[in-house]
């Protein structure tokens, strides 16, 4: 049974690029998640996808944009990348069951994104 | 706002010994509470839950307790072992669902 898988592992990206992190959800599961953990800090949420839509948002800028596919894996763009920027990017997936999703998600690996 | 607040940033504890790791709420909208495992260069490993309806759940050497009145939650690990040492989020969600809302984490080292 495969997990959440996430790529790519590290990623150095320059003040001012774009980015783009993959991440494919636990088998079975249809939504997905973004996270970014800051070092010593928890997980902050970030966006949800649910059947191709943002279904939830957390409190952070236009510039994190996402998109999930048929298939239900997801994208996370991040542009115009500060400084602040870097962090373990995480994806975690859940399932809608009869209309309701349930709360357990399952975490992949990480992106660590570096911004020098 | 800080909803989730873990206040023990590191914990040691020796081997065979019980863990105990704290973690208090201020929503009081929160129905759902979820206890993960980090180890470094690994994502976060779902680890127990507890629906706001029960005040106990255990699974094997780890139990969760739940005092709605006192927006506290706290995670017992018996006996410890020197691979239980990783840093240990709690994590509570509303009934909206969807997103979970984190503490900073506790760095637990069980001593052999």
């Known amino acids: 049974d495969a997990g959440v898988t996430q790529s790519p592992t590290h990623l150095i990206k320059t003040r001012g690029q774009q980015v783009t992190l993959r991440c494919s959800p636990k088998?079975?599961?249809?939504?997905v998640s973004w996270y970014q953990q800051a070092l010593g800090q928890g997980p902050q949420f970030i966006f949800q996808?649910?059947?191709?839509?943002?279904?939830q948002r957390g409190n952070f800028p236009d510039r994190f944009s996402g998109h999930q596919f048929p298939n239900y894996s997801s994208e996370l763009n991040v542009n115009a990348l500060l400084l602040g920027d870097s962090a373990l990017y995480l994806c975690?997936?859940?399932?809608?069951?009869?209309?309701?999703?349930?709360?357990?998600?399952?975490f992949g690996p990480g992106t660590r994104l570096t911004v020098l | 706002d800080q909803q989730v607040k873990q206040n023990s940033p590191s914990l040691s504890v020796q081997e065979g010994r019980i863990s105990i790791l704290n973690c208090d709420y201020t929503?009081?909208?929160?129905?759902?509470f979820l206890w993960y495992k980090k180890y470094p260069a690994e994502g976060p490993t779902f680890l127990i839950s507890?629906?706001?309806?029960?005040d106990k759940n255990e699974d094997g050497r780890f139990t969760v307790f739940l005092n709605k009145s006192a927006k506290h939650l706290s995670l017992h690990i018996v006996p410890s072992q020197p691979g239980d040492s990783a840093v240990y989020f709690c994590?509570?969600?509303?009934?909206?669902?969807?997103?979970?809302?984190f503490g900073q984490g506790t760095e637990l080292s069980v001593k052999p």
């Open positions: 975690a997936s859940s399932l809608v069951y009869s209309g309701h999703l349930t709360d357990t998600q399952y």
């Open positions: 088998s079975g599961h249809d939504t």
């Open positions: 996808y649910y059947e191709e839509e943002e279904r």
């Open positions: 929503n009081s909208m929160f129905d759902y």
């Open positions: 507890i629906s706001s309806i029960k």
């Open positions: 994590a509570a969600t509303s009934p909206q669902g969807g997103k979970l809302i």
